[in-house]
């Protein structure tokens, strides 16, 4: 299920994927024109924009991903960059980065955390600390054969109690 944006051939399949397995308000594409949500887009461009081949990618140096998408025409092309935003805020179950475990985490931004492991700002952090990543891609579904940590999912549980009302009072 998880891809790498270097696994996308075109800029259709990178908005449909995002459109799928994020929420409003989980990632946009910023360009000259502004932010947009992936849905958004999807509506919005032409055919001609949607099937632009993707044809570069800038990472890291602490900078947001920026991907350039290519329409090709007979004589000329046209290079369109677009920057992807991850919100500071976004959580959820997801796989640990390269690892062989077959154990899944909730991860929530650093900053949610007391006393997180040693990590960069903007990093998302399971609530079990024993990992983490970078916040820049959508939090894959993941297959049947994995399960929950269960560290993170008590902490979770933990969370959410306190977050509903009790019912009966
Ligand atoms: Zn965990």
């Known amino acids: 299920m998880r891809r790498l ?3 996308y051939r075109s800029l259709s399949e990178l908005l449909e994927d995002y459109a799928r397995y994020c929420q409003p308000g989980e990632v946009w594409l910023r360009d000259s024109s502004g932010d ?3 849905r958004d887009l999807l ?3 032409s055919s001609q ?3 632009a081949r993707m044809v570069g990618l800038n990472a890291g140096g602490g900078r947001p991903t920026r991907i350039t998408t290519r329409v090709s025409g007979f004589f000329s092309s046209s290079d369109h960059d677009y920057e992807l935003i991850w919100s500071p805020d976004r959580q959820g179950w997801g796989e640990p980065p390269s690892s062989g475990s077959r154990t899944i985490h909730y991860f929530v931004p650093r900053r949610y955390l007391t006393d997180p492991p040693y990590t960069a700002e903007g990093m998302l952090v399971a609530l079990c600390k024993r990992n983490w990543t970078s916040n820049d891609e959508p939090f894959w579904p993941t ?3 994995y399960s929950r940590c269960k560290t993170c999912q008590k902490r979770f549980d933990e969370l959410t109690a306190n977050l509903q009302p009790t019912g009966n009072a």
């Open 5 to 7: 944006l270097i696994d």
């Open 36 to 38: 947009h949500e992936p």
């Open 43 to 45: 509506r919005s461009l």
């Open 49 to 51: 924009e949607l099937s």
């Open 143 to 145: 297959d049947p054969k």
